[in-house]
C-alpha cells in the first residue's frame, strides 16, 4: 500500500467511528410527537413500577407531572414514563431536548424495551454516577459489557451534564447498532450481537430533578451509512 492509500483507509476508518448525524431524508416519516404544552399529554405513556423497597415520588408529589410545557421528573426511583406508541420496526430514530435541574446529573431514558420494565431494553444515562459518566446499558444498569465515557471528567467543569442547560439528545438503531447524540455529537455507540427487539420507549429518572420536551420518533427508511 502506498503512503496515500493508507492516509485513506485510516480517514475512512476515522469517519466511520466518529459518524456525524445524518439530516432526514423525505423517505423517513415522522410517526409521533409531543409538545407537552397541554397538561393531557400524560395520556400518551404509563407508568412503570420503581425499584423494589421504593416508591415513586414523595411527600404526596407524583414523580411525573408537566409544568410549563416541559414533562418534569423526580424521585421516579425507575418507575419509567412508557410511550404507549410502538416504535417502528427496523431503522428507528428517537430525539428530544433534556436538561438536569440538578449538580448530581443523572438523566436516562430506556430504549427498545419492553413497554412495562426498567432494564428490559438499553438505557441511556447522562451524568450518572454523581455526574461522572455517560453510559449505554443493555438490560443492566451495572453490567460489565456497559459502554461508557468517562471523558467529562476530564472537563473544565468534571460534569457531564450541567444544571439547567438544554441538551438535545437523537437516539438511533441503525441495523444491530445503537447511535446516541447528544447536541449532534456522537456520544456513545453500542453494537450489539444479538440486538435487543424491544419496540419501547421511556424517559427514566431515579432521583435527582430532571425535564424534558419536544419528543419525536420517526421511522427510518433512507440509507444510514
Do not use: M
Not at 492509500?5 to 445524518?22: D, E, T, Y
Not at 419492553?114 to 450518572?128: F, T, V
Request: net charge negative; hydrophobic share 30%.
Amino acid at each position: 500500500l502506498t503512503v496515500s492509500s493508507c492516509l485513506l483507509i485510516v480517514f475512512l476508518v476515522h469517519s466511520r467511528a466518529q459518524r456525524p448525524l445524518q439530516p432526514l431524508s423525505n423517505e423517513d416519516r415522522l410517526v409521533f410527537s409531543e409538545d407537552f404544552s397541554q397538561t393531557d399529554s400524560l395520556e400518551h405513556f404509563t407508568q412503570g413500577e420503581p425499584d423494589l423497597d421504593h416508591e415513586a415520588g414523595e411527600k404526596g408529589q407524583a414523580a411525573w407531572s408537566i409544568k410549563d410545557g416541559r414533562l418534569h421528573a423526580s424521585k421516579a426511583h425507575n418507575a419509567a414514563l412508557w410511550l404507549k406508541t410502538k416504535l417502528p420496526q427496523g431503522d428507528v430514530r428517537v430525539t428530544f431536548k433534556v436538561w438536569s435541574h440538578s449538580d448530581e446529573g443523572d438523566v436516562k431514558c430506556e430504549f427498545l424495551g419492553d413497554g412495562k420494565h426498567h432494564q428490559s431494553g438499553y438505557i441511556l444515562i447522562n451524568g450518572g454516577w454523581k455526574n461522572s459518566v455517560r453510559a449505554i446499558a443493555r438490560q443492566d444498569e451495572h453490567g460489565e459489557d456497559r459502554h461508557n465515557d468517562h471523558a467529562c471528567k476530564k472537563s473544565p467543569t468534571r460534569h457531564c451534564i450541567i444544571k439547567d442547560k438544554e441538551e438535545t439528545w437523537v437516539i438511533e438503531r441503525i441495523g444491530g447498532t445503537v447511535y446516541w447524540y447528544i447536541d449532534e455529537v456522537l456520544a456513545l455507540t453500542y453494537r450489539d450481537p444479538h440486538p435487543l427487539q424491544g419496540r419501547s420507549f421511556a424517559f427514566n429518572n431515579w432521583s435527582a430533578p430532571s425535564s424534558f420536551d419536544d419528543l419525536k420518533v420517526y421511522r427510518l427508511h433512507g440509507e444510514r451509512g
